[in-house]
Structure formats: C-alpha cells, structure tokens
C-alpha cells in the first residue's frame, strides 16, 4: 500500500513538475521554440527527467493493476473477478482524481504520460508472461 502510495505522489510530482519545468514560447514558431530550448537547455532536461520518472512510476501502478485483473492462459486473455481492498480502492480513486487534475493543469504531457505508461506496462506484461513461457517450455 505504502509503495502505491508512494509510486501515486511520484506520479504526479514529476508529471505536474515537468509542465512546469518545459519551456513555454509565446507564438508558436520553430525559431522561437528553438532559442527557447537553446536559451534554457537545464529546464528541459530537467522536464525531460521528471517526465521519464513521473511515467515510468505511473506505469509500475497500471502493471500492478494489470496483473492483478487479468489472466493469461496460453494465447487467451481473460479477466479475473477481483476482490479490492479498502485501501486499494482509495488509491485507485486517487489516481483517477489525480488524472483528472492532472489533465485540467497541462492536457498534452498527461495524455503523453498516460498513452506512453499504458504501452510500457502491457509491453512488460507481455513480456514476463513470454519469458515465463520460455522457462515453462524448458
């Protein structure tokens, strides 16, 4: 629970951080865009940075939640019927409001966190359950 806890508030520290941190132009043009980044290259490595952590720690939460709901057997895929705790109910509702919010501050870099997060945790889903496979095989 504390891990979730903490892998949530990592999440949206870094998230909301790097909105902050990523230079913003005033008119969208490639030469100010560029002498913004070129001007400021420590803001958008830090952007950078906190945005790998914040969806790399958004991505461990759908891989736990993921994990938990789904079953794979073979090449089927079904859904289990899960029991969730008080505790994890909570923190399932939190990453929904979080989400929420998170998407009223900067819509591109959520969308992004989010689209990148889900690809990277069912791919490492994927991936343990065909490296499973092979030892299973062996």
């Not at 508030?9 to 902050?20: A, E, I, K, N, P």
């Not at 100010?32 to 720690?57: D, E, R, T």
């Not at 998170?102 to 069912?122: D, E, G, K, R």
Request: net charge positive.
């Amino acid at each position: 629970m504390r891990r979730k806890f903490f892998l949530l508030l990592g999440w949206v520290f870094c998230t909301y951080l790097s909105t902050v941190l990523f230079p913003t132009v005033d008119s969208f043009s490639l030469s100010n865009y560029l002498s913004a980044l070129i001007f400021n290259p420590f803001n958008l490595l830090g952007a950078v940075v906190c945005f790998i952590c914040g969806f790399l720690a958004f991505a461990s939460l759908i891989k736990e939640f993921l994990e938990k709901v789904i079953i794979t057997t073979g090449k089927h895929i079904r859904l289990r019927q899960i029991y969730l705790h008080r505790s994890e109910k909570i923190v399932m509702l939190s990453i929904i409001l979080c989400l929420c919010l998170l998407l009223f501050i900067h819509v591109w870099v959520t969308l992004a966190s989010l689209i990148m997060a889900m690809y990277y945790s069912i791919m490492d889903i994927k991936d343990k359950q065909e490296e499973q496979s092979y030892f299973d095989e062996l």
